[in-house]
């Protein structure tokens, strides 16, 4: 017998990396990544992608990106949110 599951938050730092053409620190278990100062977070059941600013221990959410079918979508509009604050 053969088991087969997917874990989407495991694909999120992948994706994390292919997107953003870095690798990611890791945060809590794989359901956030750091890429530089902005902690990319998956919450609620890994339908919302949350960019948060980080300042040492203080953080400042800037913005929440749905994700649909596909994480690396998310992450690719979050990217394009966080080029456009630039």
Request: proline content about 3%.
């Given at each position: ?49 949350w ?5 040492g221990?203080l953080e ?27």
């Amino acid at each position: 017998m053969t088991y087969h599951f997917e874990d989407p938050a495991a694909e999120f730092v992948l994706a994390a990396e292919r997107v953003f053409g870095e690798h990611p620190r890791v945060l809590d278990g794989s359901r956030a990544v750091q890429v530089g100062d902005v902690k990319l977070q998956l919450e609620a059941g890994e339908r919302e992608l949350w960019l948060i600013e980080t300042h040492g221990p203080l953080e400042h959410r800037l913005a929440m990106v749905q994700v649909r079918d596909d994480v690396e979508e998310a992450l690719r509009k979050a990217k394009e949110q966080l080029d456009e604050r630039e």
